[in-house]
């Protein structure tokens, strides 16, 4: 049995000299295209990040509209804010639910309405709304904030207060007295 060289794809193609140096030209001039297109995209990118920079330096920050107490008033002394607190948010079943704890400090019966965001990791997922009604003075309770949602279930689930308002509900109930 001879040792032969296994067969290739047909039989060994004789490239004259000529061909080989039409080749390397057309290698060469490709290789050149590829390495101006390269630099026109870095040059471009470079042009888009500069734009991006000077349109962010020049625009005007979005402010959130606030509205600030009035001095001497129940929300100067004692902000809505100190009188809610979220206990835990879940999601389940295509819902999110965030459980609050209101504790009326105020020496008046109160309305509260809390607004509460979900996020998953950095991503609004959904937004819910709880509220009380009628909460008495120095009176506490937990309300639930629900929202369905249709999106699958969140890898990072967190809730915040986006908004909470406080205002005067019924007079504080007192007892019949007889004279």
């Not at 000529?18 to 995209?41: E, H, N, P, S, V």
């Not at 042009?47 to 100067?76: C, D, E, M, W, Y």
Request: aromatic share 6%; with cysteine.
């Amino acid at each position: 049995m001879s040792q032969s060289p296994p067969p290739l794809m047909g039989p060994h193609r004789v490239v004259s000299d000529d061909a080989m140096r039409r080749w390397r030209k057309r290698r060469r001039r490709l290789r050149r295209r590829l390495r101006q297109a390269g630099d026109l995209a870095l040059v471009g990118l470079v042009l888009l990040a500069i734009v991006f920079a000077v349109h962010r330096r020049h625009s005007k920050p979005q402010k959130a509209t606030t509205t600030t107490a009035q001095p001497g008033s129940l929300n100067a002394i004692h902000p809505p804010a100190a009188d809610v607190v979220i206990r835990g948010c879940v999601y389940a079943n295509f819902a999110v639910h965030g459980s609050i704890y209101v504790y009326n400090h105020s020496g008046q019966t109160q309305n509260y309405y809390v607004e509460l965001a979900f996020k998953n990791g950095a991503r609004k997922y959904a937004d819910a709304v709880a509220k009380t009604e009628d909460l008495a003075p120095n009176a506490h309770v937990i309300i639930s904030a629900y929202a369905g949602v249709r999106a699958a279930a969140p890898k990072h689930l967190t809730c915040k207060i986006s908004s909470i308002e406080r205002f005067g509900g019924a007079p504080p109930r007192t007892s019949p007295t007889t004279t």
